[in-house]
Structure formats: C-alpha cells, structure tokens
C-alpha cells in the first residue's frame, strides 16, 4: 500500500483539495482464546488497507479501502473529496488546520522478543499454563478464560503539508477471568497485563500475580457482603482513581466534546476544578506503556500534557483541527483505530500524578468510609459531568482499620464534586488498566492509574 | 466459488474447513453540536477461514482476496488449528440445509445510496432536533451500509446474501441556566427511505428538553416504569445471558433455569432472524446455518437458550441459527436476532395511574454482570412519580437489582410499544426496585 501514498496525496491536490491526508496500516496478529482448560480457538492474521482524508471548502471527507490497486486508491480519493463537497454546498461548518509539520520522521518500538519470531505453538502452550493455575487453584473455581492477542502494526501518514511520519508499534496483552461459584453465589475477578512491548511481556509473567490474583479475588468474593448505600468518605486504588480519571475526567478534556459543547469542562481553563491536591496528566511519552505513542495518526508529536495543575484547568487535548479553533498548538491527540477511521481526539496514559502520603496514613485517620478497589465499569456524561463506576471488589473501613470485604460497590456523583472533595494523594503511583478506549465508535489503545486517593463525602451504592 | 481454498486446508491436514467471505460498503454521516461535520465512506472486504483439526480451531483472515493471499491465509489457519488444543467437544460444523429467504433484508436503493443523500437526512435531523428552545448541542449520525456474505465448508454447504442496514442516531444536550440534561434515541431499519430524520431529531430533543428541571429523589423501595429503551437494554441483558456458550461454561447467571420460571406471567418474549424488514434478520446465521423464530420466555417459562452448532451439538441438540459475527475478523459467537416482547392489554396511563409512589425510567445505558445478574446503574432520564401524575424529572437515582428479580417482579406489559428495526418493546411495570435518592 506504500506505494499509493504519493498517489492518493496528489490526486487530492489535482482535485482541488485545500488538505488532504492518508494512511496505510498494515497489521501482523495473534489471538488465543483458553476457556475452560482449553485452548480450542487460535486466531492468525494480517491486515492492510488506506484511509484518505480530504478537505475541501472547509468540510472533511473521508474514504477508505483494502483493495491494493491504482484504481481502488484513486477512487478513495474521489469518493472522499465528493463527499466533501456534498457537505460544504449543504452549509457543513467551516474548518481549518494548525499547519504544523513533522517532516520526516519515524518511530520504532523494539521489542526484546519479537512476536512474529514465536510460533503458534509456544504461545498456545503459555496460555494454557497461566490459565491453568487459575483453573487448577480452588474446587470452587468454575469458570476461567484467558484471551491473549499480540499486533504488529506499520503505519504510514503523510499529508500535504509535507509530513511523513513512519512507525512500528508492537502490542501484547492478554487478561484472565475467572468465575467462582458456591451455595448459590457466583463471582467473578479478572486480571489483565498490557505493554507496547514483545513476547517478553507475556513470556515473564508470574502467574501469582496474574492468575492466582484473579482467582483468590474471585473466591473472597463469594464470602463479600453488600456495601451500605449513602454518603461516604471513600478511598480509590490505583485502578479505581485511574478509571475516574480516564472516563469522568479525561473525556470532559477532549477539545472536540469542548467544541461540541458535551463537556463540562468547557470554558474552565485557569479555573479551580479539583482540590489543590490533584495534578492530572495524559502522557503518551511512557515507553511500554499501553497507551504509548511517539506520533499521533496526523502525524503530529504526541506530548506529554499536563490537563490539571495543583487542581486548575490547564488545557484540553488536541487535533489539528480543534488547536486551529481553538487557537492553541496541538498536541499529538489525534488517533484513529486504523485505516478505515479518520483521526479523533483521544487520550493515551491518564493519571493523576502521585502526592506524599501513604495508603495506610489514609486509612488510619479515617473513622468509617469505604475502600474501593479495581475497576469493572464505568460510565460517564461528559455534557453533565455525572458518573457510576463499579469496583471489583472493596472493604469497609471502620475506626482506622479495613474490616470486611464487600462486592458491587459503586461511586456516584459529579466530576467537580469528587476532585474537589480529594482529601489525600497517595505516593504509590500505578499505570495499570491497559486496554481499549472506545469513542464514537473507535477503538485506541490506553492505560490509565495513580496512586491511592481519598474523597470526601460521596456516594456510595450497591446492587441490592 | 472458493472451493479450491477449502480442499487445499484438507490437503494440509485439516479435519474439516469453512470460509466466510464479506464484502461491504457504509457511508456515514457525522453530528456534531450544531451541523454536520463529516461523511466517511468505507469499502472492505475481507475472507476469513476456520479450519478444525482434532477439534481445536484455527481463524485466519485477509483482506486481499488474490490467490497469493488466500492460499496464505489457508496455510495460517491450518498451522493455528495443529497449534490450538485438541477440543473433544467439537463435533463438526454445520451440514447443509434448505435454506428459505427472508423477505425484504436487502433493498437496492439503499444499497446504492449516494452521499449527498446522508448529508441531507443528518441536516434534516439536525434541524428538527434544534427546534425546540433550550437545545444545546447534538451528536449523531446516519448510516447506510450494504454487504454481502458468502459461507462455505467442507461438508458441501454453500450460502450467500445479500443484506442492507441503516443507522441513526442522536444524542441532544439541553440547557437552561445552570441546569443540563440529556436524552438519546436511534433509528434502525433495512430501508434508508423508512427512516424518518425529522420526527426521530424532533421528539428526542422534546425529551431532552423536559427532562430539565431534574430534582433528586428519596431513597425508597418502590415500583418502577421502564420505557420501551429501557426496556430493550434490560431485555437485551436477558437475552444475552441466554448465551449457550456462557450457559455451558457457568458464566451466565440463567445456568440451569431451562424449562423453569424465571418470569411473572405477563412476559412473553420470542427471537428471530427471520422477521421481514428486521434489522438483525437474514436467511443464514454466520456460520450458513439457517435462522430460526423461537419462544424464549412463554408465561414466564424459560424455553431455549440460544446455540450455534458448537453449542448445540455439545448438549445434543438443534443450532438455533445464532452464529454471530461482527466481521470477518473475529471469531463467531453467539448473538440475538430480533426480540418481541409481546405487547400486553394495560395501557400506559392506566400502568401510570397504579403507582402511588414510583419512577419512570426513560434509558438504561449500565451493563450487568452476566454472571450474577446483578445490576446497578444512575438513571438521569426519567420521572419521579407520586398518585399516577409525574412530579418532576429526576437529577440522579440509583437503582439496583439482580434481573432474575426484574424478571419475576415485571408485572404489567403495556399495550404500546416502540419498534426498533423489527423488534418489538413495550413498557414494562416493576414491582420493587430499590431506589436510591
């Protein structure tokens, strides 16, 4: 598909296109499912295709293919700049670009083991052990599953004002559930393990910290009890405030739900949003990490960004397009799932960055709340601010010490209400929860953490 | 048509083999605040192949359909089943059947829609949905896909279709001082000309609009009227943990309820792939297996869990035509078609009337745990309810239950439903839900 590149790009300007850019993504993967002690289903395959993007009059247009022909590519490109032009005669808005430009660039992340270089096989036979230890650990354990995948993606961008970025990124992931069941009570733990990194990742994994986590999890929940509903002081691990700060938080600082005026972080910047306390970041800078990328899909340089400092409203995350609007440089935010989707705002590692104290000081001076811990599902409105996120598992905690353990724990409320109700930050910093953000119907890759925090007063439920 | 790939996995050592070929055009046009802000189009076709040995399964795919790519996409799939577990719960993918048409799943002008022609329905919807004061800002899109499916094995079946869909959807932001709602609805169908932009962008912006003003609720017992949406994401939970893949591996909390009562009497609820004009129907499931219609819950009697030939012929039974997958990427699964829940004698104002102290709720968009049942989720769009009048929006609630006990304490069924693209939802009256202020 390389070859299109300069093709497709000069067809656009032919036409008469005021920007145009385009990509080709070419994918090498692996998956493996083991369910139940066997893993009956391996996954092998590769993907290629481009993706054009045109502006015309102001108004996008966007095509896409997996046909590899002269004809296919230049018919993208017609088809993209047709629909742009439907657009800007039926009065679409207006847009223009930062003009920055990369230049030549690339981008490789060198795995120790190269994925590609594993056979089938030995990966089958990993799975099999990390999820036997799960399976194997308690009579009581009647359901586990393990997925793994591995990707190997090439990905080309250029566009017409010059850049043309080149990257190699190679992921691997995999995460364990297991389902335990006694006198009527079934629950359920999962663990899971994600890099920007080679086999490596997979081949080193302990299984204590995989899969018997998961299955001791799954087994103390069946003894939990349900958690009382009402106001609460409440502490988060590391998964749980980096849940909060992905989904509640780090949506809300997406410039194109600002400019589509769905988040209530709009017109807040240099304004207190969170206690003093907070410090927010998205940083795609981390190497390893999940959600690590040297250059967006625009192929601008992803930042490092900090979005709240000592609790004020720094900035918001950007794409060519919403820094032009907004009057700011962008700052590499621009992702798309793959070829066939064109480039939104979105974030890559998400925390809050780690304060001074530790988790047991947090627990010591606190006389009745509830610990939080793991995440399972969250769900936000970034136009409100509201949220319910679940934790896997929690614990009350009663006159300075944790007591009994608790399931379908949920916190709920408002974004501003809960950052500015964080009491204490802790110094045990985690990036943690690597998996796939999902936005209008794309997919990324992201991580999220922080250290253990403290929230004031907030709501606490759960399912009964 | 693709014959030669399948005795080439055979000749490489394969027990049994399958193609799944999909071909397939969408173009999208994008909401954003106030107009429309892009059109995407995107042509794919991609062939994966399954190939068995001893059991255990290998999955390839490609999205080059050339002789070069497809014999390697052969060589990978045979070289993934030899790797994978031998599973001596495979007995054999499906053998050929007759396979009957459904009417009305494909229509060439929605097939052959051109661009211009989203663009103009998405500014349709979006003009109908700023008509009312106090609308802040919009998402959404309309979406017209065509795609034609072709599968093939080894054991000599060979089907294929040709299917259309469309897709619109839209999600209104309300204002009005410092007070924000929001509502949500969507249309889908098989035929772009059914869609109707005005009245879909019109009545979800009336209900964003009334659902400002939201006040919090007190913590209380009490039942509660689920709207048709609401009552599709609950039923929709239900039907998924009918999943025979989740049943037979205890992951799913209706493990061992086939042939009990789960429900009160008043809820009937039947699957299909077959109904005409469905947005989930089509002749064949995913792995050419020909869809079925099928009672799932009559007077509250579990009848059938829902299978595809892996887990049917694990428990000796017949597929039920639900083989599902998202593309040719992944591996099959095992999905619902349609859903009817039959629509009851009581009409909503009389249900309404019946609540001496409750809630509407207008969307539930939470997941449950499949494993337990358990459920908890904040509404923000619904009423709060006192003697059959509503009194007010609601700001938050929380609400929590195990839907066995949603579907035991569903009391009424109403009269009216909402038709989403072939299936059928009506209102719902629980008795018990436990309310959290």
Not at chain 1, 69 to 80: N, Q, S, W, Y
Not at chain 2, 21 to 35: D, F, N, P, Q
Not at chain 2, 107 to 127: C, G, H, I, P, Q
Not at chain 2, 368 to 376: E, H, I, M, R, V
């Amino acid at each position: 598909m390389l070859e299109f590149l300069d093709l497709a790009l000069a067809e656009a300007s032919k036409l008469g296109a005021e920007f145009a850019d385009v990509r080709t993504v070419s994918d090498v993967s692996t998956s493996i499912v083991v369910e139940d002690g066997v893993a009956s289903k391996a996954v092998s395959s590769v993907e290629s295709g481009l993706g054009v993007r045109v502006l015309v009059e102001g108004c996008w247009g966007y095509a896409s293919t997996t046909t590899p022909t002269r004809r296919a590519v230049e018919e993208a490109v017609r088809d993209a700049f047709s629909m742009a032009k439907a657009l800007s005669k039926r009065g679409g808005e207006k847009v223009e670009l930062s003009k920055v430009i990369t230049h030549k660039a690339s981008f490789e992340v060198k795995p120790r083991i190269d994925p590609i270089d594993v056979s089938m096989e030995e990966k089958v036979d990993r799975c099999v052990e990390l999820e036997k230890a799960a399976r194997t650990f308690d009579s009581r354990v009647v359901s586990t599953r393990l997925g793994f995948i591995d990707l190997v993606r090439d990905e080309l961008v250029a566009n017409t004002f010059g850049a043309e970025v080149e990257s190699r990124v190679v992921y691997t992931r995999a995460n364990i559930v297991v389902v335990a069941f006694e006198a009527g009570v079934r629950q359920r733990a999962s663990e899971r393990v994600g890099k920007t990194a080679g086999y490596e990742v997979f081949k080193n994994l302990e299984t204590d910290v995989f899969s018997v986590e998961a299955a001791k999890r799954a087994l103390a929940l069946l003894k939990a009890g349900t958690p009382p509903a009402g106001r609460f002081t409440a502490i988060l691990d590391q998964r749980m405030t980096g849940l909060f700060t992905h989904e509640a938080f780090g949506h809300a600082a997406e410039a194109d739900a600002v400019l589509a005026g769905a988040s209530i972080l709009a017109g807040m910047v240099g304004k207190q949003v969170a206690s003093k306390l907070v410090t927010i970041v998205d940083d795609p800078t981390i190497e390893g990490a999940f959600g690590h990328i040297k250059y967006d899909s625009e192929g601008v340089e992803a930042k490092r960004k900090v979005l709240v400092e000592n609790g004020v409203l720094k900035g918001y995350m950007h794409t060519l397009e919403t820094s032009s609007r907004m009057g700011v440089a962008p700052n590499g935010s621009g992702r798309a799932q793959d070829y066939r989707f064109r480039p939104i705002v979105r974030m890559s590692n998400t925390f809050i960055e780690p304060g001074g104290q530790t988790f047991e000081e947090m627990v010591e001076d606190l006389r009745q709340g509830v610990y939080m811990k793991g995440s399972t599902y969250g769900h936000v409105e970034p136009a409100t601010g509201n949220f319910l996120y679940k934790a896997e598992e929690g614990y009350l905690v009663e006159k300075g010490e944790k007591t009994k353990l608790l399931r379908d724990v949920s916190l709920s409320g408002n974004i501003f209400e809960l950052l500015g109700a964080v009491d204490a930050v802790g110094n045990d910093f985690t990036l943690g929860s690597p998996g796939f953000c999902g936005k209008w119907g794309q997919s990324v890759p992201v991580d999220d953490g922080g250290p253990h925090i403290r929230v004031r007063e907030v709501l606490v439920g759960g399912a009964q | 048509m693709f014959e030669k790939y399948l005795e080439l996995a055979l000749r490489q050592g394969a027990d049994q083999a399958e193609i799944y070929v999909a071909r397939g055009k969408s173009l999208t046009a994008e909401i954003e605040k106030k107009s429309v802000k892009t059109c995407s189009s995107t042509l794919e076709e991609g062939a994966a192949m399954r190939t068995y040995i001893n059991g255990g399964l290998g999955l390839s795919y490609t999205t080059i359909l050339e002789e070069k790519q497809l014999r390697e996409m052969v060589e990978r799939s045979v070289s993934a089943a030899r790797a994978a577990n031998p599973d001596p719960e495979f007995k054999s993918l499906p053998e050929p059947e007759e396979l009957r048409k459904v009417p009305d799943i494909f229509d060439s002008e929605t097939a052959n829609t051109e661009s211009w022609v989203v663009v103009d329905l998405a500014s349709e919807m979006v003009r109908a949905a700023l008509q009312p004061g106090g609308v802040e800002s919009l998402k959404g899109a309309v979406s017209v896909s065509s795609s034609e499916i072709r599968v093939e094995n080894t054991l000599g079946l060979e089907a294929s279709e040709r299917r259309t869909r469309f897709v619109a959807w839209i999600y209104v932001s309300s204002k009005r001082d410092s007070d924000t709602a929001t509502f949500y609805d969507y249309s889908i169908g098989v035929k772009l000309g059914e869609l109707d932009p005005v009245k879909l962008g019109e009545k979800t912006a009336e209900k964003a609009v009334s659902l400002l003003g939201g006040k919090k609720v007190e913590t209380m017992t009490s039942p509660v009227l689920f709207e048709p949406q609401a009552s599709a994401s609950l039923i929709g939970a239900v039907i998924a943990a009918l999943n025979a893949d989740l049943v037979q591996r205890r992951r799913s909390f209706m493990t061992g309820l086939k042939g009990r009562r789960i429900a009160g009497e008043a809820l009937n609820i039947s699957e299909s792939g077959r109904v005409e004009k469905g947005f989930m129907s089509r002749s064949f499931d995913d792995e050419g297996v020909p869809t079925t219609e099928k009672t799932v819950l009559r007077r509250g009697f579990l009848e059938t869990y829902l299978y595809d030939t892996y887990t049917a012929n694990k428990e000796g039974v017949s597929s039920t035509g639900n083989c599902y997958r998202g593309s040719f990427r992944g591996l099959p699964t095992i999905s619902a078609s349609n859903l009817r829940v039959e629509p009851g004698n009581t009409k909503v104002d009389s249900m309404l009337e019946d609540i001496d102290r409750g809630l509407i709720v207008s969307i539930i968009s939470g997941a449950p745990n499949l494993a337990s049942g358990d459920f908890s989720e904040i509404v923000r769009q619904g009423f709060y309810i006192e003697k059959g009048e509503i009194v007010h929006p609601i700001k938050y609630a929380g609400i929590g239950f195990n839907l066995l006990d949603f579907l035991s304490n569903t009391k009424v069924v109403s009269k009216e439903y909402v038709e989403y693209g072939g299936s059928v939802y009506p209102y719902l009256l629980v008795d018990n839900i436990r309310v959290a202020g």
